[in-house]
């Protein structure tokens, strides 16, 4: 459990580092916070001739709140954008999901935009900037371009962010008003991947029906699986939706697989129940809101 | 202070060492030591047609690379098999690098030697070894049935085959018992292979002085003693020239007393042909695929009952995987075989195991050690009597218990240790009584209708056990106060964590009357005490403990002798408190101890002012007598041994209250009650501390661990990312309560703790979760998605 040999980059900035990516295309790797990659490389699963730590970049570490939504930085940890009042005033979905991921040593050091860029089916926050349609923007030596989450998540630990890439930041839209958000999963144990999970969203107009209701589930499918149920619920009150019926119609979307930790049915049942919990608790905060 | 110190909850003193990062693992020593890695076979089962090591002789900083062919006589040969056992009819044993042929994923097949363990990996990875695949056999049960040999000269794949058969009081075997009984039953239950899995690996760490001839070898083992006895033997060296140091050892659980290990020859091995200090340490991928595993077992119960719920007979059917090797013997499922029957008297008993190679890892014991399994078969036999009499779970257990006053109750079986299991003591009603009033057994049922009507699930569980502890041959310990009034207590048996710095220092004290700050314990050096056999089986506390009481009577009889002499009082009215030895009830008329060790030892040189007391102009010895008498030594030390005529049993009953959610199927403890019956206690919050972690790793067994073997006999969850131990988040808090019934075998009328906490928390789990969803549960451990699968299953 020792990696094999690499060369460490540490540009100390960001043009510096897009010239090494640059420079070392296919064969260089960014090093965030390491929670992932570090492990894979101790297991030699990986075996980049070029390690680039971004960490010396603190420009990268802002977290800002705009009008329109949250934009976390490169190097933003997931403690710190967990534990921001604006962040959860803005979206608070954020500090739903990340409550979830891992643990608190994990969260001081792992990075939002590395979760995105390493997009595990099984993590959360992919699932998040699924839902709520953000974006992450990649910066090259040379050129900028903001992905949509649409297009940035292509399959399970393959993301749109190319060889000579750095992801510098990602957008979480801001909940719009009469909205709420939740996130439910279950887990073997507390921190670990969901066995399945939901973040689910839920808007409502002026009379208090609804007037959107989705969710994006983990561990349902190589990237994350997105269902639009605003028809199946209707247009109204959160109190006679039949969430059970818009639950059935997610596990319909969902595609989960058999694997040592839970089967695929026991996925697809646990999709279901944590829909209809996800959308009944966005429901009640977007009443609250 | 007074030296009351036997039975008090005392601090551990090891842990502000351990616990700010000041404790020395095997991986701390030896920074400038050359590296150890190993090329390991990715394949379960294959001959090796070739070794190709050309690519690797590049890298840099490699010193040396070593196959099978490059062992030297005795090296070359199959590691000892530890424990030979007549129904061991085809044991076999690895050797230290695979020849010919690799019969699991892990097996070292070449060791590599590089300036450090990064370069040393290098080099393993660009060595081509060239296998020619076989079928593997997997599974204990495809393995029994096989065609495909794990071993060519091993037919049916059987190692071994053991029948052990109690008949009843009118004689009757239990298969005839069986038959006659008035209600019988019939069932199968399974258990998954975990494995010990303590936080430290294993390691070890060799360096030879050549002007010396002599070798040092530091290993991360449970019985250093032992281990010095095989490198001696396999490296052709002679004893004295060889040490063997156990230092700060994090963990073992059974693992680390399997040995040797092919490193612990081989790096020690290395490091004599290369002059040079060589360290290996264990990963942890490699602590999944190349240490040991334990558990997995296939029973099959058949069991005739009266009407009250009384067993009149038991058979007991079980298929062991052993896994590859079978270095360890037997002593899993004669452990499980024979502690079986529990605190029950049962009618007439018979159990009959097969112990059946696979192509996985070996099985060598795991704490609790073939007891989980044991008492999980017992407990869910006693569970499915209740269920088909429709009688109370404890009414079934109370109905077969062994009264107070039948003790000692002899089984009628042969133990782990080669001598008749005996009972020596317990109250076993006394514990159920605790245990109920404890968990609040007889309430559950309102608790439960109330949940129900909130629309939640919630189920109570129990589960008792005997536990066989403190097993022989010996342990030894040796005592010596030293001038300066220091106690200085050694034993060779090696410590993992579990407190021996402070319960073996509380024994000394109590038993000298010095105050605990004055005594030191070093276990696990055969630098200091060479004679020992382990710490595993609950063992550590009984045989040293009681060994190193005997060594300090010793010692204080000595101490009194001399200083009856300086006092000119007669010994019988001396005592010793907080360290000086005075006349009882004239405190004027005393010495202290360090007085007492310079007169123990004539000197003709002073070396300081103490010493000058004991030179031979002082004044001090008579002329009638030689400065050391006949059949003295020199020195106020002692040394003694505890050999026990046969094994001692603790007990004890745990019940677990848990909730399954009834959509998500998730598994809940909600409270965790233990009475634990270890005989006399050195120290309660020791004793606590051993349960919690014990009930820790029970916890793991029955919702988490299980090893995962495809086909292919690859291990598809060789990380802890995948193989799930609970996180304290997993854990409940243990309620525990201790009845103390001494046992009557040993001077201190202690009783092994160590292991008591594992040993029936599948057995609990399983039961309160059959409570809970009405669904049999016979198969451990039990996952969610377990669960939701019996759930469709049953509906
Ligand atoms: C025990 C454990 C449990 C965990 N549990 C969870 C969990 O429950 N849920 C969850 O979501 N996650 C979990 N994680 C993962 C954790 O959230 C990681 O921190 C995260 O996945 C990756 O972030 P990082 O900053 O550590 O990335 P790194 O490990 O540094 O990098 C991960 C990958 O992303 C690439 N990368 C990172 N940043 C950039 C960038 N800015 N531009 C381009 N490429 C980049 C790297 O090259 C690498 O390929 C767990 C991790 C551990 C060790």
Redesign the interface.
């Given at each position: 459990m020792k990696p094999p040999p690499f060369t460490y980059h540490a540009p100390g900035s960001l043009g510096e580092a897009l010239d090494v990516l640059a420079g070392t295309g296919e064969d260089g790797k960014v090093l965030a916070g390491g929670q992932s990659l570090i492990p894979l490389l101790n297991m030699r699963l990986a075996a980049p001739a070029h390690l680039v730590d971004i960490n010396r970049l603190a420009g990268l570490a802002a977290v800002e709140v705009e009008p329109g939504g949250v934009r976390v930085g490169a190097l933003a940890r997931h403690a710190r954008v967990e534990r921001s009042e604006p962040v959860a005033a803005a979206q608070p979905l954020l500090r739903q999901a990340l409550r979830l991921v891992a643990h608190p040593v994990i969260r001081n050091r792992g990075t939002v935009v590395g979760s995105l860029v390493h997009a595990d089916p099984a993590a959360e926050l992919p699932a998040v900037l699924a839902l709520l349609g953000g974006s992450v923007r990649l910066a090259r030596r040379g050129g900028t371009r903001d992905v949509p989450a649409g297009e940035f998540f292509t399959g399970p630990l393959e993301s749109a962010a190319g060889p000579g890439e750095l992801a510098v930041s990602a957008f979480f839209p801001a909940l719009p008003p009469r909205s709420g958000t939740a996130f439910r999963e279950v887990a073997r144990r507390h921190g670990d991947y969901a066995l399945a999970g939901i973040a689910a969203l839920v808007g409502l107009d002026e009379d208090l029906r609804i007037t959107a209701a989705r969710v994006a589930c983990v561990s349902a499918g190589p990237v994350p699986v997105l269902a639009d149920v605003t028809g199946v619920c209707g247009h109204r009150p959160p109190a006679s939706a039949d969430w059970a019926a818009a639950a059935r119609a997610v596990q319909d979307r969902a595609e989960p697989e058999d694997d040592i930790h839970a089967t695929a049915a026991y996925r697809r049942h646990l999709i279901g129940v944590l829909a209809e919990r996800a959308l009944r608790d966005a429901a009640r905060e977007a009443l609250n809101a | 202070m007074t030296t009351k110190l036997f039975g008090e909850p005392v601090q551990r003193r090891e842990d502000p060492r351990l616990l700010t990062g000041r404790g020395r693992y095997l991986d701390d020593l030896g920074p400038d030591a050359l590296a150890a890695a190993f090329v390991r076979s990715p394949h379960a089962h294959a001959l090796i047609r070739d070794i190709d090591v050309s690519a690797a002789l590049d890298v840099d900083g490699l010193v040396a690379i070593y196959t099978w062919e490059d062992l030297p006589d005795r090296l070359a040969e199959p590691l000892p098999l530890l424990i030979p056992h007549p129904a061991l009819t085809h044991g076999r044993t690895a050797y230290p690098l695979a020849r010919e042929r690799v019969r699991h994923v892990g097996e070292p097949v070449v060791m590599v030697v590089a300036r450090d363990?990064?370069l040393a990996?290098?080099a393993c990875?660009l060595i081509r070894v060239d296998y020619e695949l076989l079928k593997p056999v997997v599974g204990v049960e495809e393995a029994a049935q096989s065609a495909q040999l794990v071993h060519d000269d091993v037919p049916g794949n059987v190692g071994a085959h053991l029948v052990q058969e109690v008949a009843s009081a009118d004689g009757r075997g239990a298969r005839e018992v069986i038959e006659s009984a008035p209600h019988t039953l019939a069932f199968r239950l399974d258990v998954e292979r975990s494995a010990s899995m303590p936080l430290e690996g294993r390691g070890v760490h060799a360096r030879w002085d050549a002007d010396d001839s002599s070798l040092r070898v530091y290993s991360s083992t449970q019985t250093s003693t032992s281990v010095r006895m095989a490198v001696a033997a396999k490296l052709g060296l002679p004893l004295p020239k060889v040490e063997v140091v156990a230092p700060d050892v994090g963990g073992g659980f059974g693992v680390k007393i399997m040995h040797p290990w092919p490193e612990e020859v081989l790096v020690p091995w290395a490091a004599m042909l290369l002059g040079r200090e060589v360290k290996w340490t264990e990963?942890?991928?490699e602590h999944f695929v190349s240490s040991a595993h334990e558990r997995a077992q296939v029973q099959f119960v058949r069991v005739g009952f009266d009407g009250g719920g009384r067993v009149l007979g038991l058979e007991v059917t079980i298929l062991h995987d052993h896994g590859a090797y079978t270095p360890y013997g037997i002593i899993v499922p004669i452990i499980t075989s024979t502690q079986l029957p529990g605190p029950y008297r049962i009618g007439s008993y018979r159990v009959e195991f097969s112990s059946i190679y696979t192509n996985t890892v070996q099985v060598t014991p795991y704490r609790g050690a073939g007891r989980p399994q044991a008492v999980f078969c017992m407990e869910r036999t006693m569970d499915r009597i209740a269920a088909h009499l429709g009688l109370d779970r404890t009414a079934v257990r109370a109905a077969n218990f062994i009264q107070p006053d039948e003790f000692p109750y002899d089984q009628g079986l042969i133990f782990q240790d080669g001598r008749p299991l005996i009972y020596d003591s317990g109250d076993y009603p006394e514990s159920l009584r605790m245990l109920k009033e404890l968990i609040g057994w007889d309430a559950f049922p309102e608790a439960k209708a109330e949940a129900a009507r909130e629309g939640r699930r919630i189920g109570i569980g129990i589960g008792c056990y005997v536990e066989g502890t403190g097993v022989g041959p010996y342990e030894g310990g040796h005592v010596q106060i030293t001038s300066d009034g220091r106690v200085h207590v050694s034993t060779g048996l090696t410590s993992q964590g579990q407190g021996h710095e402070t319960s073996f220092a509380q024994i000394a004290a109590a038993e000298l009357g010095v105050p605990l700050e004055r005594v030191s314990v070093v276990t696990g050096d055969t630098r200091r005490f060479g004679y020992a056999v382990g710490t595993f089986a609950s063992r550590a506390a009984v045989m040293s403990g009681n060994a190193i009481a005997l060594a300090c009577r010793k010692v204080r009889e000595k101490a009194l002798r001399i200083a009856a002499d300086a006092l000119e009082a007669d010994p019988r009215d001396l005592e010793i408190t907080d360290g000086v030895v005075h006349v009882a009830g004239s405190p004027h008329a005393s010495v202290p101890l360090a007085t007492v060790a310079v007169l123990s030892n004539p000197l003709r040189y002073a070396f300081d002012e103490e010493a000058v007391r004991a030179t031979q102009f002082a004044g001090g010895s008579s002329f009638d007598r030689p400065p050391v008498e006949e059949g003295q030594e020199p020195g106020l030390e002692g040394r003694d041994y505890y050999s026990p005529i046969r094994s001692t049993f603790a007990s004890g009953m745990h019940a677990a209250i848990v909730e399954t959610d009834p959509?998500?199927?998730?598994i809940r403890i909600l409270r965790y009650a233990v009475v634990h019956d270890c005989g006399n206690l050195i120290n309660p919050m020791i004793v606590e501390g051993q349960i919690h972690g014990g009930v820790a790793q029970g916890v793991g067994g029955a919702l988490?661990e299980r090893m995962?073997y495809d086909s292919h006999g690859q291990l598809?969850?060789a990380?802890f990312?995948?193989f799930?131990m609970?996180?304290a988040?997993?854990v409940p808090r243990v309620e525990t309560a201790h009845l103390q019934t001494p046992s009557p075998l040993n001077p201190l009328g202690i009783k092994g703790a160590g292991e008591a906490g594992v040993i029936p928390v599948s057995a609990v789990i399983a039961s309160a979760i059959e409570d809970a969803e009405g669904i049999p549960i016979d198969r451990m451990p039990i996952?969610?998605?377990d669960l939701?699968?019996l759930r469709?299953a049953a509906s």
């Open positions: - | 363990r990064y990996e290098d990875a990963d942890r991928r959509l998500t199927a998730e988490y995962v598809l969850n990380s990312m995948d799930l609970p996180y988040t997993e996952s969610p998605s939701f699968g469709r």
